[in-house]
């Protein structure tokens, strides 16, 4: 399933308490969107790692109460608290990375939402995440009563949803471009590579940040090297270049320029992009007006995709005045 099926499926289920197990490959944004759902629903949200724990330690440490004259359980601090009544999700994150007998003291507690003399508070939802066997990461065999007490999900990168994800994010307008030129350099995990390094979203994300470190552009090919690999640095690398050949987009906006001759898919690519980029931040209607008419210039698959992402990112295309020449000319394709 796509993270946004995901996402719309996880949103249902917390509200039934129905525990949800999440699997994929390393690196593809599964623990972000645990936590983008626990943010716009407004929730608390715990990330319990259950591989730095020992078996006893979800159940609590005992103790001898002379008042009481009987042995209890001091209730460990790291979990939500009996008395709290927020509502909140415990992220139980690499479940599967813990030892067997470390996951089976967990059994409890997911399926009773309790564990010893713990209860877990009513406002609040289980999700667990972790790798799958075949990716290569030090995962344990969940067990059976284990796996049966979730209701299981694989998530898939699609690159779409990444898109949409990383428009919202601020990522660099040459790294959405590069990638939407070339989408199999989004998620290049290969479990029988010895390879350190390897793109991935969230090694896309760490690009993102290190072209904007000001890191000196002689160190900038390794940089990039060690977050996405060799071959996605040179790639992108040599894609960015190709960007400097794009006219000055704010004279674009301003109606200056009003179509582009060199027809270069990278610079298709990286000009449709780079368009979207800065009408998010303008959204004024004279600015979509020049873009649609700029568009008008363009190969088709460019100008629809083009309209495609300023609608993805909430610009009101149909509002212009140029909307309905630009439906006249590219309606065939839309069909």
Known sequence: MKASEITSVVNQLIVKKLPVFIWGAPGIGKSSIVKEIAQKNGLAFIDLRLSLLDPTDLKGIPFFDEQNREGVWAKPSFLPKESDQSRGILFLDEINTAPPAVQASAYQLILDRRVG???????????????????????????????????????????????????????????????????????????????????????????????????????????????????????????????????????????????????????????????????????????????????????GEYAIMLVKDMQLNGIDVEGSDMWGEWVQKFAYLLA
């Open 117 to 299: 003399e713990y209860q877990l508070p009513e406002g609040w939802s289980i999700i667990a995440a972790g790798n799958r066997e075949n990716d290569r990461g030090v995962v344990y065999k969940m067990p059976p009563p284990l796996a049966n007490r979730f209701v299981h999900f694989e998530m898939e990168v699609d690159f779409e949803d990444w898109k949409s994800w990383a428009y919202g994010r601020g990522i660099d307008a040459s790294i959405i471009a590069f990638l939407a030129f070339d989408k199999g350099m989004l998620f290049t995990f290969d479990p029988g590579s010895n390879e350190k390094s390897f793109a991935t979203p969230r090694s896309w994300e760490y690009v993102d940040t290190i072209i904007k470190s000001g890191i000196r552009n002689e160190l900038i090919l390794e940089s990039i090297s060690g977050a996405v690999g060799r071959e996605g640095a040179i790639n992108y690398i040599s894609f960015k270049r190709v960007m400097k050949q794009l006219p000055d987009l704010s004279a674009i906006l301003s109606g200056d320029i009003e179509s582009i001759e060199d027809q270069d898919p990278k610079l298709m690519m990286a000009l449709s992009i780079g368009l979207v980029n800065l009408l998010r931040e303008s959204k004024k209607m004279e600015h979509i007006d020049h873009v649609l008419h700029f568009s008008l210039s363009l190969p």
